[in-house]
Nanobody
Framework: QVQLVESGGGLVQAGGSLRLSCAAS????????MGWFRQGPGKEREFVAA????????YYADSVKGRFSISRDNAKNTVYLQMNSLKPEDTAVYYC????????????????WGQGTQVTVSS
């Protein structure tokens, strides 16, 4: 099973940008669908973005379309989430997720998870 480690979180002012990274190990990274989810204070974990093994299919939650961008570098076993025009409501722990098949965009559709990285957007 693939192991995932997120990085790049932090504190940023509203309107700012952050880029999250997720490094994978222990599996054939290029064979995995990769996703990003987030869990805000007192909220359930929600889908943010997903990318197919070769980047040919990309999906975003409506709440982040036009502001966030997911990408991957299979040579580096890393997936990224570029977050622009951040809002206070984007404050959450952001989780990287992986699975061998893109079955959907719910939490149960991904079998491997990282520990998360905190993103805090101040107003």
């Amino acid at each position: 099973q693939v192991q995932l480690v997120e990085s790049g979180g932090g504190l940023v002012q509203a309107g700012g940008s952050l880029r999250l990274s997720c490094a994978a190990s222990g599996g054939t990274f290029s064979s995995y669908v990769m996703g990003w989810f987030r869990q805000g204070p007192g909220k359930e974990r929600e889908f943010v973005a997903a990318i197919s093994w070769n980047g040919g299919r990309i999906y975003y939650a409506d709440s982040v379309k036009g502001r966030f961008s997911i990408s991957r570098d299979n040579a580096k076993n890393t997936v990224y989430l570029q977050m622009n025009s951040l809002k206070p409501e984007d404050t959450a722990v952001y989780y990287c997720a992986a699975d061998r098949v893109l079955r959907g965009t719910t939490r149960s559709d991904f079998g491997s998870w990282g520990q998360g990285t905190q993103v805090t957007v101040s107003s």
